[in-house]
């Protein structure tokens, strides 16, 4: 565990450069055909989120299987949580082992993936987490990447991290983090969801669905105490259109 912290400190020294692809003018993305064959049974398996009192590093792995996938070029569509455009943005695609849900922590495997700034989701967009007309990042899959990674077991993961900057004072922070499906299709599944801090102490960090209808049920966390009442994020009720919410104050400074 101490391993795979000190390597997010270092990711996150790393990731808080700001990224050209989220600041850069978008270009005109031209009309293509939707593919006719993508992975299925999509599953966000792990949210981490690291807090500072200034900024936030979120690391979602969406993990899919083969499904009717036919070596076929991919676009992901990922839209941008709030607060806002991300000050940095990376995706990556790794395998998910033999006899595991998800993927290692170590990217030992990792395959970088290029991503760009868009202002919706394009028409050839495979899949995708958040709002379709709202700005986000598009990944590209080549097919020879995915045909890789779904090798060794038939699944693989889709990793991304962005920075945000927190939403609130110096004593409490917030952040949207995108987990809808796009429109007609169930929920994905999310699994677990983990709150952190780095040089701060979090004091009742929170988690819960939020959407038009307001917040849900709060969610139990993975290495944090929750309240009795918390539910399971696989079993705690909620609608295509809900995202996630975080929060936590911290704890003063000595």
Not at 215 to 238: H, I, K, N
Request: aromatic residues 8%; hydrophobic residues 40%; charged residues 15%.
């Amino acid at each position: 565990m101490m391993a795979s912290y000190r390597s997010a400190i270092c990711l996150f020294a790393l990731v808080l450069l700001p990224s050209p692809d989220a600041h850069s003018k978008p270009k005109k993305i031209p009309y293509k055909p939707p593919p006719t064959g993508i992975p299925t049974h999509f599953f966000i398996g792990h949210i981490d989120v690291i807090f500072r009192r200034n900024a936030a590093l979120v690391t979602t792995d969406l993990v899919f299987t083969r499904g009717s996938f036919h070596l076929e070029n991919l676009d992901v569509f990922l839209a941008y949580g709030a607060p806002g455009i991300p000050r940095a943005f990376e995706a990556r695609l790794l395998p998910v082992p033999e006899g595991y849900f998800l993927p290692s922590e170590s990217e030992s495997s990792a395959v970088s993936l290029r991503t760009e700034h868009v202002t919706h989701a394009p028409s050839q967009t495979a899949f995708g987490l958040g709002p379709r007309p709202q700005a986000g990042q598009l990944v590209h899959l080549p097919s020879h990447l995915v045909a890789d990674g779904l090798k060794p077991t038939g699944a693989a993961a889709l990793r991304w991290r962005t920075v945000h900057t927190v939403v609130g004072d110096e004593a409490s922070a917030s952040l949207v983090i995108r987990v809808s499906s796009p429109a007609g299709v169930a929920p994905y599944p999310v699994g677990q969801i983990t709150l952190r801090g780095e040089g701060v102490s979090l004091v009742n960090p929170s988690a819960s669905w939020c959407g038009p209808q307001g917040d849900g049920a709060e969610l139990a966390l993975v290495g944090s105490p929750s309240p009795p009442s918390a539910l399971s994020p696989l079993r705690a009720p909620r609608s295509p259109n809900d995202e996630l919410c975080v929060r936590t104050t911290f704890a003063p400074r000595s």
